[in-house]
C-alpha cells in the first residue's frame, strides 16, 4: 500500500522547492518563456493549494474537484450527488462563476480558513430549504470560494463545482485549471457530443502524466446510444492510455437537458458509491490520496529541469543582449575617439569660426561653434550605437524590441543630456582657463575665455589646430599651455567616457529591470536534489 512521507524534513524541502519555484521569473520573450510561466503556475498551484497542504493535513477531508467544458453537466450531476441544489445549473453559459465547494458540516472547518486555495476568499450563503431559490451569484472583485454544507454528503469527501475549462472567459479558464490542481480526485465530465474535444482530452493527459487520481463521467447519453457512445469512448482513453481510468455513464434526462432540478439518485449511484468507498474505505483513501500526491511529487523530475532550462535560456539570451549592447558601445567608443584624434569637430562652421578668429569672431562664438560640433558629433556616436543594437536585437528573439527599446516620454532626450554634459564640460574648462590666467602678470594677462577657446581648438582640431598650440604657448607660455593641455584632454576623456557610459547605461536599464541572474538554475536543481534525497 503506497502512504504519504509526511517527515518534517521532506516538508522543509517541499516548502523550499515552492519558494524556488515561486521566484523563478521568465520575462524575455522567448520561444519557450509562455510555457515555462505556465508551467510554473501550474505547479506553484499544485504545491500551494494541494500538495503542501496535503502532506501536513494526511486527514484532511478527500477533495474531488468536478471538472469539464462549456455544458456538461457539472453542476447538476453535483447537485444530484448531494441531493440538493447547492451550484446554479442553467441553459446560459458559463454558469458556473464562482465556484462552490460542498463539505459536510462536521468538515467545514477544513475548508473555511486558507488551508487549501488561499488566494480565494471564503463566502458563504444562508442555508437554502428545498424549493428555494438560490442567490444570486456572488459579484465582486476578489476572486471567491463558496462553500456549502449539507449532512447528505459522507464526512471525509468534499465536491468542489469548478468553472468550465474551455470558457470563453479567461479568468474562468484559469481558475478552473488552479481548481483542478488542488485536486485529490479529478472527476472529469463531458457529453456524449464532447467526448472528443481537444480541451477535455488534454487535462485527462495532464492528469496521466501526473498520475492523478482519476474519475470520468461520460454524461447526458441518449438511452438509445449507451453502449455504442460508451464503446467509442472507453476505446479512446485505453487508445490514450488510460483505459484503467475509472468510468460512469449518465443517460440524458429531462433534468440534465435543461439543467434546473435533481437527477434520480439511481442515475448518479455508481458514481456516489465509488466517490463514498474512496472516503470510507480506508485502504482505497489512502490510495487515492497517495496516488495523487506522489504523483505531483515524482512529476517533479521533470518539470523543475524544465523549469530550470527555461531560466537558463533567459540567461543566456539576457547575456546576449547585454554583449550586444556592450560590443556596439564599445565599437562606437574607439571610433569616436580616433575621429577627435583626427580633428573631426573642427569642421563645418567651426572651421570656419577658426578661420575667421579673431579678427571677424569672437572666443565665444568660436566655442559655441566647437561646443555644438563636439556635441553632434557625440549624438552621432551615441546613435549609430544605438542603431547597431537595434540591428542586433533584432536578430535576437529574447530582445522583443517593442518591449525593450520603448523610451520613456518623460525621460530627457539624448539630445539633452549630451547638451548639458558639452556645456559642463566647456565651463570646467572656462575654470582651468581662468586658474592659469590668474598666475600670470595681470598686466600682460590674456582674456581667459580666447585662451579656453585656444585650449579647446587645440584638442579638438587636430593637425589643422596646430596654429592654436602655438599661440597658446605664446599668451601663457610653453608650460601653462601644456597643463592646460594635459588637464582639459583629461576632461574630454572623462567627458566622453561618462557619457558613452550614460547612454550605454540607459539603453541596458530596460533589460537590467527584468532582473535576469544565473541563480535560479542552480536553485531549482538544488531545492529538487534536497527534495529528492529527504524522500
Not at 52 to 81: F, M, Q
Not at 190 to 198: F, K, L
Not at 295 to 323: I, W
Request: charged share 25%.
Amino acid at each position: 500500500m503506497v502512504t504519504l512521507d509526511v517527515r518534517p524534513q521532506l516538508l522543509d524541502a517541499l516548502s523550499a522547492l515552492r519558494d524556488r519555484v515561486a521566484a523563478a521569473r521568465f520575462p524575455l520573450p522567448l520561444a519557450g518563456a509562455p510555457r515555462a510561466r505556465a508551467n510554473r503556475d501550474e505547479l506553484l498551484a499544485q504545491l500551494n493549494d494541494y500538495l503542501v497542504p496535503r502532506l501536513r493535513d494526511p486527514e484532511a477531508p478527500l477533495l474531488a474537484v468536478i471538472g469539464g467544458s462549456t455544458g456538461a453537466g457539472k453542476s447538476t450531476l453535483v447537485n444530484s450527488l448531494v441531493g440538493r441544489r447547492v451550484s446554479e445549473a442553467g441553459v446560459l453559459r458559463p454558469t458556473t462563476r464562482t465556484p462552490v465547494l460542498v463539505c459536510h458540516p462536521e468538515d467545514h472547518h477544513w475548508f473555511s480558513g486558507m488551508r487549501v486555495l488561499p488566494d480565494l476568499t471564503r463566502v458563504w450563503m444562508p442555508h437554502q430549504e428545498p424549493g428555494d431559490d438560490l442567490p444570486a451569484p456572488v459579484e465582486r472583485g476578489e476572486r471567491v470560494l463558496r462553500v456549502e454544507t449539507v449532512d447528505t454528503l459522507p464526512r471525509g469527501i468534499a465536491l468542489l463545482d469548478a468553472p468550465d475549462v474551455d470558457s470563453l472567459v479567461a479568468d474562468n479558464r484559469v481558475l478552473a485549471a488552479e481548481l483542478i490542481s488542488a485536486a485529490d480526485i479529478w472527476v472529469m465530465v463531458t457529453t456524449a457530443a464532447r467526448y472528443a474535444d481537444a480541451v477535455p482530452w488534454h487535462l485527462l493527459r495532464t492528469a496521466k502524466e501526473h498520475r492523478a487520481t482519476l474519475v470520468t463521467v461520460l454524461d447526458r447519453v441518449p438511452h438509445q446510444m449507451v453502449s455504442e457512445v460508451s464503446r467509442q469512448y472507453g476505446a479512446l482513453l485505453t487508445k490514450a492510455g488510460l483505459g484503467e481510468v475509472p468510468r460512469f455513464t449518465v443517460p440524458e434526462l429531462p433534468e440534465s437537458a435543461w439543467g434546473g432540478g435533481l437527477l434520480p439518485a439511481s442515475a448518479v449511484a455508481p458514481l456516489r458509491t465509488w466517490l463514498v468507498h474512496q472516503t470510507q474505505d480506508s485502504g482505497a483513501r489512502r490510495q487515492a490520496m497517495a496516488r495523487t500526491a506522489h504523483g505531483v511529487l515524482d512529476s517533479l523530475k521533470v518539470r523543475m529541469p524544465e523549469l530550470a532550462s527555461a531560466a537558463a535560456a533567459q540567461y543566456a539570451a539576457a547575456l546576449r543582449l547585454t554583449a550586444a549592447v556592450d560590443g556596439a558601445y564599445d565599437r562606437e567608443h574607439a571610433r569616436v575617439q580616433g575621429r577627435l584624434q583626427a580633428g573631426a569637430v573642427l569642421a563645418g562652421d567651426a572651421l570656419k569660426r577658426w578661420r575667421a578668429y579673431p579678427l571677424d569672431c569672437t572666443a565665444g562664438e568660436l566655442l559655441d561653434s566647437l561646443v555644438e560640433s563636439l556635441g553632434a558629433l557625440m549624438l552621432c556616436t551615441v546613435t549609430a550605437a544605438d542603431e547597431r543594437v537595434d540591428e542586433a536585437w533584432r536578430r535576437e528573439p529574447g530582445a522583443g524590441v517593442a518591449e525593450l527599446t520603448d523610451r520613456d516620454p518623460t525621460l530627457e532626450s539624448p539630445e539633452h543630456r549630451i547638451g548639458v554634459a558639452v556645456r559642463r564640460w566647456r565651463r570646467v574648462l572656462e575654470e582651468y582657463a581662468e586658474e592659469e590666467v590668474r598666475h600670470l602678470d595681470k598686466s600682460a594677462a590674456p582674456d581667459a575665455e580666447a585662451v579656453a577657446a585656444l585650449v579647446a581648438t587645440t584638442l579638438l582640431g587636430g593637425r589643422r589646430a596646430s596654429a592654436a598650440g602655438e599661440q597658446l604657448a605664446d599668451r601663457i607660455g610653453a608650460q601653462g599651455a601644456l597643463r592646460l593641455r594635459e588637464r582639459g584632454g583629461h576632461l574630454l576623456t572623462e567627458l566622453l567616457d561618462e557619457t558613452l557610459h550614460t547612454e550605454r547605461e540607459r539603453r541596458l536599464a530596460p533589460l537590467d529591470a527584468l532582473d535576469v541572474h544565473p541563480e535560479p538554475q542552480s536553485e531549482l536543481i538544488a531545492a529538487l536534489s534536497v527534495l529528492q534525497k529527504e524522500r
